[in-house]
C-alpha cells in the first residue's frame, strides 16, 4: 500500500524506530540478566563449596572434641545461614546445627571426610537459595518498563511536534492551492511562523498576488487587443462594404484600397507579435551562426532604411565596431529585434523625429543602441517597459495601438542570445534602447 501522506510516513517512522528500540532494549536486558544469573549461580556455587570445605577442615582439627564441633558447626550455620548435619555412613546423625531448616528449596552440598583406616563422616550442608538475584531482576525488568514508557511518550511527543511544526502547516498550503482559481488568486495561509515554512506561506500568498496581477494584465490586454482589433476591422468593413456596393467615386477608390491595405497590415502586425511571443516563450531552437557584425548591420539598414523613410522619419547608422569583429546569432531573430525597436521608436515618437542606429565595442561584447528622438518614457516606468503585456499609456497605447509585447519579445530573445537589454531617457530630449551581444572568438 502506497502511502502519500507526509504525517503517515513520518507517523510509520516513529512506529518502526519505537518498535525497534523495544526489541533491542529486551535484547539488551535479557543478555544483561542471563549473564548475571550465569555469574550469580557460579558465585554461589562456588561460595558453598568454599564453605563446606572450610566446615570439614574445622572438623578434622577436632576429632575427638564434640562440644568444639558442636560450636563450630553452629557458628557456620549462624553466619553462612547453612543447616549443617554430620553423618557417619550408616546415616545416623551425630551433629546438627541448633537452627532446624524446614525449606524445601534448601541447595544441598556433601563432604564425605575419612578420619584415620576406620572413621569416615559425611558433612550435610543445606544453603537456602538467594534471592538477591531474582530482586535485582525484578528492578532491572521495572527500570525497562519505565525506559520503554519513556521511549514511547518521547516519540508520541515528536510525532505530535512533527505534525504541527510540519505536516499542519503543509495541509494548510495544499488547502490553499486547492482553493486557487481563474479570478480567485489572493489566498492567506494562517501560519505566522517565521521560519522556513513560513516564509514558503508567504511566497504562496506573493504568488497569488502575482498571479492576480498577471490576470488583470491578461484581461487589460484583451480589451486593449479588442479595441486594436476590432478598429481596423472596422475600417475594413465599412470601406469595404462602401466599395461593393459601388458608392465610392472612382477618384476615391484607390484611396479606399490603401486604407484596406493598411488596416490589413495592422491586423498581421498585431498577429505577428502574439506569434513572436508565442516561439520565444515556447522554447523553439535558435539557428545560431556566426556573422561578421558590421556587415550584418549594414544589411539590416539597407533593409530598415525605406521603411523609417515612408514615415517620414529621419534615419542614422553609426558603426564604431572593428571590421573582423564577428558575433553569433540568430539572424532572423535579432531582425525582429531591430524591427521592434524601429516601429516602437516610429509608433511613440511621431512622424518627422530622428532615428538612430549606434554601435560600439568594448571588449567582450557589441554594444547596439537604438535612439529616436520622442519624448521618452515616465521614469517611473523605465523598469517595466520589458515586462510582458506591458503598455505604457492605456490611453495613448489604445490610439497607437500594439499588445506590449514588442519589448518583451527584444528582451527574450537577447537574453537567449547571452545578451542584456536596457532602456533609459536621454538628457535632454529623447529616448534609447540599449542591448549587447557577446563577441564571437
Request: overall charge positive; aromatic content about 8%; hydrophobic content about 35%.
Given at each position: 500500500?502506497?502511502?502519500?501522506?507526509?504525517?503517515?510516513?513520518?507517523?510509520?517512522?516513529?512506529?518502526?524506530?519505537?518498535?525497534?528500540?523495544?526489541?533491542?532494549?529486551?535484547?539488551?536486558?535479557?543478555?544483561?540478566?542471563?549473564?548475571?544469573?550465569?555469574?550469580?549461580?557460579?558465585?554461589?556455587?562456588?561460595?558453598?563449596?568454599?564453605?563446606?570445605?572450610?566446615?570439614?577442615?574445622?572438623?578434622?582439627?577436632?576429632?575427638?572434641?564434640?562440644?568444639?564441633?558442636?560450636?563450630?558447626?553452629?557458628?557456620?550455620?549462624?553466619?553462612?545461614?547453612?543447616?549443617?548435619?554430620?553423618?557417619?555412613?550408616?546415616?545416623?546423625?551425630?551433629?546438627?546445627?541448633?537452627?532446624?531448616?524446614?525449606?524445601?528449596?534448601?541447595?544441598?552440598?556433601?563432604?564425605?571426610?575419612?578420619?584415620?583406616?576406620?572413621?569416615?563422616?559425611?558433612?550435610?550442608?543445606?544453603?537456602?537459595?538467594?534471592?538477591?538475584?531474582?530482586?535485582?531482576?525484578?528492578?532491572?525488568?521495572?527500570?525497562?518498563?519505565?525506559?520503554?514508557?519513556?521511549?514511547?511518550?518521547v516519540s508520541l511527543v515528536t510525532c505530535i511536534l512533527i505534525y504541527k511544526i510540519l505536516a499542519n502547516p503543509i495541509k494548510k498550503i495544499s488547502?490553499?492551492?486547492?482553493?486557487?482559481?481563474?479570478?480567485?488568486?489572493?489566498?492567506?495561509?494562517?501560519?505566522?511562523?517565521?521560519?522556513?515554512?513560513?516564509?514558503?506561506?508567504?511566497?504562496?500568498?506573493?504568488?497569488?498576488?502575482?498571479?492576480?496581477?498577471?490576470?488583470?494584465?491578461?484581461?487589460?490586454?484583451?480589451?486593449?487587443?479588442?479595441?486594436?482589433?476590432?478598429?481596423?476591422?472596422?475600417?475594413?468593413?465599412?470601406?469595404?462594404?462602401?466599395?461593393?456596393?459601388?458608392?465610392?467615386?472612382?477618384?476615391?477608390q484607390n484611396e479606399y484600397y490603401d486604407t484596406i491595405y493598411r488596416k490589413a497590415n495592422d491586423l498581421k502586425q498585431l498577429l505577428t507579435e502574439?506569434?513572436?511571443?508565442?516561439?520565444?516563450?515556447?522554447?523553439?531552437?535558435?539557428?545560431?551562426?556566426?556573422?561578421?557584425?558590421?556587415?550584418?548591420?549594414?544589411?539590416?539598414?539597407?533593409?530598415?532604411?525605406?521603411?523609417?523613410?515612408?514615415?517620414?522619419?529621419?534615419?542614422?547608422?553609426?558603426?564604431?565596431?572593428?571590421?573582423?569583429?564577428?558575433?553569433?546569432?540568430?539572424?532572423?531573430?535579432?531582425?525582429?529585434?531591430?524591427?521592434?525597436?524601429?516601429?516602437?521608436?516610429?509608433?511613440?515618437?511621431?512622424?518627422?523625429?530622428?532615428?538612430?542606429?549606434?554601435?560600439?565595442?568594448?571588449?567582450?561584447?557589441?554594444?547596439?543602441?537604438?535612439?529616436?528622438?520622442?519624448?521618452?518614457?515616465?521614469?517611473?516606468?523605465?523598469?517595466?517597459?520589458?515586462?510582458?503585456?506591458?503598455?505604457?499609456?492605456?490611453?495613448?497605447?489604445?490610439?497607437?495601438?500594439?499588445?506590449?509585447?514588442?519589448?518583451?519579445?527584444?528582451?527574450?530573445?537577447?537574453?537567449?542570445?547571452?545578451?542584456?537589454?536596457?532602456?533609459?531617457?536621454?538628457?535632454?530630449?529623447?529616448?534609447?534602447?540599449?542591448?549587447?551581444?557577446?563577441?564571437?572568438?
Amino acid at each position: 500500500m502506497k502511502i502519500n501522506s507526509i504525517y503517515k510516513k513520518i507517523s510509520l517512522i516513529f512506529i518502526i524506530g519505537f518498535i525497534v528500540q523495544f526489541i533491542l532494549v529486551i535484547i539488551f536486558y535479557r543478555q544483561v540478566i542471563q549473564n548475571k544469573i550465569i555469574a550469580e549461580v557460579y558465585n554461589q556455587s562456588t561460595n558453598r563449596s568454599t564453605i563446606m570445605q572450610e566446615i570439614a577442615t574445622d572438623f578434622q582439627k577436632y576429632p575427638n572434641r564434640p562440644a568444639k564441633i558442636q560450636q563450630t558447626i553452629d557458628k557456620y550455620s549462624k553466619n553462612n545461614k547453612v543447616f549443617i548435619t554430620i553423618t557417619d555412613l550408616e546415616d545416623t546423625v551425630l551433629y546438627s546445627s541448633t537452627t532446624k531448616s524446614v525449606n524445601k528449596n534448601n541447595i544441598k552440598e556433601q563432604v564425605f571426610i575419612k578420619l584415620g583406616a576406620r572413621k569416615s563422616f559425611i558433612i550435610n550442608g543445606e544453603f537456602p537459595p538467594k534471592i538477591n538475584l531474582i530482586k535485582n531482576a525484578d528492578k532491572t525488568i521495572t527500570t525497562r518498563r519505565v525506559l520503554i514508557l519513556i521511549i514511547f511518550t518521547v516519540s508520541l511527543v515528536t510525532c505530535i511536534l512533527i505534525y504541527k511544526i510540519l505536516a499542519n502547516p503543509i495541509k494548510k498550503i495544499s488547502k490553499a492551492i486547492k482553493s486557487i482559481d481563474y479570478g480567485n488568486t489572493l489566498i492567506e495561509i494562517p501560519y505566522d511562523k517565521e521560519d522556513e515554512l513560513g516564509l514558503l506561506c508567504r511566497n504562496f500568498e506573493d504568488m497569488g498576488k502575482r498571479l492576480k496581477k498577471s490576470e488583470e494584465t491578461q484581461q487589460d490586454l484583451i480589451q486593449a487587443m479588442s479595441h486594436d482589433v476590432k478598429t481596423p476591422l472596422t475600417s475594413i468593413i465599412g470601406y469595404s462594404k462602401r466599395l461593393l456596393e459601388g458608392k465610392v467615386k472612382e477618384d476615391k477608390q484607390n484611396e479606399y484600397y490603401d486604407t484596406i491595405y493598411r488596416k490589413a497590415n495592422d491586423l498581421k502586425q498585431l498577429l505577428t507579435e502574439l506569434e513572436d511571443y508565442s516561439n520565444v516563450n515556447s522554447g523553439i531552437k535558435y539557428d545560431t551562426v556566426k556573422v561578421n557584425c558590421n556587415n550584418y548591420l549594414n544589411e539590416l539598414c539597407t533593409n530598415l532604411k525605406p521603411e523609417i523613410l515612408e514615415k517620414k522619419c529621419s534615419f542614422e547608422f553609426i558603426t564604431e565596431v572593428e571590421a573582423s569583429t564577428n558575433i553569433n546569432i540568430d539572424v532572423y531573430k535579432l531582425n525582429r529585434v531591430f524591427n521592434n525597436l524601429i516601429q516602437n521608436s516610429i509608433k511613440y515618437a511621431g512622424e518627422s523625429c530622428l532615428i538612430q542606429i549606434k554601435c560600439s565595442e568594448d571588449k567582450d561584447y557589441v554594444k547596439f543602441e537604438v535612439t529616436d528622438s520622442g519624448e521618452g518614457v515616465p521614469e517611473n516606468e523605465l523598469q517595466r517597459i520589458f515586462d510582458k503585456f506591458h503598455r505604457i499609456d492605456t490611453s495613448r497605447s489604445r490610439e497607437t495601438g500594439g499588445t506590449g509585447l514588442g519589448l518583451a519579445i527584444c528582451k527574450d530573445i537577447v537574453n537567449h542570445m547571452g545578451g542584456k537589454i536596457s532602456a533609459k531617457n536621454l538628457k535632454d530630449y529623447g529616448f534609447s534602447i540599449i542591448f549587447i551581444i557577446p563577441i564571437s572568438l
